[in-house]
């Protein structure tokens, strides 16, 4: 059974940074693409970044690009997200998730093409 879980959520001050894990388990965790997602309260959940299998292929949103940055370990299992001078706009849940293509060359910005889902982490920016 595929497990995701996310942490490091906490509440920052604004041009402040974090950074989120996410583990995942009961997969060949180096064989799929992994993104970060976002929902805020009232919107619909976006796509913040993403991954390819190797690491070799990322993708960041507009609105995150130059101020975030993703990476994965294969060897532990776990993917960051670490996110630089914060703004209020970035509050909301993060997820993580695991996609379901085995070994793309890039990784998928949609979110259909995500299948394990974790519960998510609440990241509140401060003004």
């Known amino acids: 059974q595929v497990q995701v879980v996310e942490s490091g959520g906490v509440l920052v001050q604004a041009g402040g940074s974090l950074t989120l894990s996410c583990t995942a388990s009961?997969?060949?965790?180096?064989?799929?693409?992994m993104g970060w997602f976002r929902q805020a309260p009232g919107k619909e959940r976006e796509g913040v970044s993403c991954?390819?299998?190797?690491?070799?292929?990322?993708y960041y949103a507009d609105s995150v690009k130059g101020r975030f940055t993703i990476s994965r370990d294969n060897a532990k299992n776990i993917l960051y997200l670490q996110m630089n001078i914060l703004v209020p706009e970035d509050t909301a849940m993060y997820y993580c998730?695991?996609?379901?293509?085995?070994?793309?060359?890039?990784?998928?910005?949609?979110?259909?093409?995500?299948?394990?889902w974790g519960q998510g982490t609440q990241v509140t920016v401060s003004s």
């Open positions: 998730a695991i996609g379901w293509i085995q070994r793309g060359v890039v990784c998928p910005k949609d979110r259909s093409s995500y299948n394990s």
């Open positions: 009961g997969l060949k965790f180096d064989d799929y693409a």
């Open positions: 991954i390819n299998w190797s690491g070799g292929e990322t």
